[in-house]
């Protein structure tokens, strides 16, 4: 069956076309556009290079950022869905929305196609309450749906479903924490198959110092900068996903390749950077072993994870103890969202 899978968003259109179930990659490219014209443009593009299979396509897979608590897993694609999706545009507008004119787009020009979402969060709907909700009144939560929603989550699961593989053990048997290290960077405790615990929150700005986001912040600290700067919440909203993180601490780069040469070659602001990524998450991983009273193994995904053997070696000098103790195993497995979301598509359109 031929799957075409594409991830609309708010700067590009990246797309992968499957053979299933063989999972053979026979096309894959990214277009720096975002819009309707830049979905048929990769439309045209495909016709233009593989015409006959693609009036043959059996069914397109896209990737959706933001399901709320209605998608605890991925979908055929309706109108009731697409009004969901809609709804839940207002959680993720830079994302939900580019998604659903790619979803649009395809309706019209493959009329009649079977298609499917796959939602970043639905991996972490599994989470407990008492790891989704802040500490804030509950009616915040009921009324305005402000909770942990968590993303990654086809990355997070696709990479422990591999270390199962890897390990030679069933999956339903494992404690895994599987750390997505790249622009943005998220972790995520799976225990037993299940996410009960990730870094990001309510949107993906929470959790582990990334490129440009700031991760973890005391909320009162951005009101403060807010009054004393006379930041819009535009102002406020650019200063920590924008300008933070890697970016902001060194003043150099948000590319891990360049914060770590500049470390090296002695840069103070590159190496505290670093020391601030690595701290972060060293502390994060040391709360899901405890969340999940033990660990077999950890997994490094992502453009970091899988390229900077220095960060892996680093945790594991740190983190020694913890690991004697509990055996984990570390192992790199590069990540294949749209592999996933082939896969996905291929299991409910048959
Ligand atoms: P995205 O989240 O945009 O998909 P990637 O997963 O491609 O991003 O990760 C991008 C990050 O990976 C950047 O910080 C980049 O510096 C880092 N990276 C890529 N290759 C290497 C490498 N060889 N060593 C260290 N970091 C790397």
Do not use: W
Not at 116 to 121: E, I, N, R, S
Not at 125 to 151: H, S, W
Not at 248 to 255: H, M, P, R, Y
Not at 317 to 323: E, P, T
């Amino acid at each position: 069956m031929l799957i075409l899978v594409l991830n609309c968003g708010s700067s590009s259109v990246k797309y992968q076309l499957y053979d299933m179930p063989g999972e053979r990659c026979l096309e894959k490219g990214i277009l720096e556009r975002s819009g309707e014209g830049a979905v048929e443009a990769v439309i045209r593009t495909l016709k233009k290079r593989r015409g006959k299979i693609i009036s043959s396509l059996d069914a397109i897979g896209h990737r959706v950022v933001h399901g709320g608590e209605k998608f605890k897993e991925s979908t055929l694609i309706n109108k009731e869905v697409i009004k969901a999706i809609k709804q839940y545009s207002r959680l993720a507008p830079l994302h939900n929305l580019p998604n659903l004119t790619g979803i649009h787009v395809c309706q019209r020009l493959f009329p009649g196609l079977s298609q499917v979402a796959v939602f970043d969060t639905a991996f972490h709907q599994t989470m407990p309450p008492y790891a989704y909700l802040y500490g804030l009144p509950y009616e915040v939560y009921k009324k305005e749906g402000i909770r942990r929603y968590g993303f990654h989550g086809t990355s997070h699961r696709y990479v422990s479903m591999q270390a199962a593989k890897v390990l030679g053990k069933p999956l339903k048997s494992l404690k895994i924490i599987t750390c997505h290290l790249g622009n943005g960077c998220s972790i995520t405790a799976v225990d037993r198959g299940e996410s009960i615990d990730t870094s990001m929150g309510f949107t993906p700005l929470e959790g582990l110092v990334m490129g440009t986001r700031s991760g973890d912040i005391d909320a009162a600290a951005v009101l403060y900068l807010m009054k004393k700067r006379k930041l819009s919440v535009s102002g406020a909203d650019e200063l920590l996903n924008k300008r933070s993180g890697l970016l902001g601490l060194s003043g150099k780069s948000n590319d891990m390749r360049r914060i770590l040469s500049s470390a090296r070659s002695g840069n103070k602001r590159a190496k505290i950077a670093l020391e601030v990524f690595i701290y972060r998450l060293q502390k994060y991983i040391g709360a899901y072993i405890a969340a999940m009273d033990g660990c077999d193994a950890l997994i490094f995904t992502a453009g970091i994870g899988e390229n900077a053997p220095y960060i892996k070696k680093k945790i594991s000098q740190r983190l020694s103890l913890l690991i004697k103790k509990f055996k984990v195993r570390i192992l790199t497995i590069p990540t294949n969202e749209e592999l996933m979301i082939a896969r996905d598509t291929y299991r409910l359109i048959k």
